[in-house]
């Protein structure tokens, strides 16, 4: 078994998709993180049925795997930043619409995964009411997956209601350990806001492993960084997903990253390939 790595498409925000998905292949990475929002692929536009088809023929041309991203910043509210989500006081019915719709086009597309977050819980909400709203929207989201024959994957986000892997396996537990509904592991979140460094948390969430996003960060930081600018241990990492014998898509993830997006997408796939070798060569040795 071998790791798979991918690339975000936030991190290309200055090219258009179909550059950018030419200079990702290019680049020899084996899939896409693809973040649905209007400079790419817009789940809410009018041509979205032929811009899916356009996208599915590109993808298939370059040999790039996929996974659906869905962290857009602006595409439902032009003034407040990922509004409204699954735990907002109004308007929560719009986020559950736009996950159905990154479902459909993940089964269109072939894609591995569709991964979500809770959002951020109001000021005056408490936890119980904030579990309700979440544990409702994440159900009829499943319900589409389960439909569609789609896996979803849930990540925990530094700063909102469901912040880390344990309140993922706690989200689970409430909604009876849906099969669809798997774990998505960003790495530099776990330097920034979990208890134990990445490759402990990748075992301790094992077979649940469902999406991987890759980058580096500083305890208590919630900046992306370049590898090598923070303090994850990326061949220990890699050597944990190897360990759980991960077979989904590693995709890095550098949203605030696309003014240089083809020098920085190199630079970390060489950075990745050489911690995977240094992986592969710790485990022989064991």
Known sequence: MTLRFGYGTNGFAGHRLDDALGVIADLGYDGVALTLDHPHLDPFAPDLAARIDHVRRRLAAYGLAVVIETGARYVMDPWRKHEPTLVSDVGRERRVDYLHRAIRVAADLGAETVSFWSGTLPEDV????????????????????????????????PGMFVDTLDGVLQLRRRLGEPEHLKVTVDVGHCVCNEPAPPQDRIRDVGLLLGNVQIDDMRPGVHEHLEFGDGDVDLPAALGALLDVDYQGLVSVELPRHSHAAPAVAARSLDALRTARAAALAAEVTR
């Open 126 to 157: 408490g936890p119980a009411q904030g579990w309700h709203r979440l544990t409702t929207g994440v159900a009829e989201v499943l319900a589409e997956a389960e439909r569609r024959g789609v896996r979803c994957a849930f990540e925990p986000e």
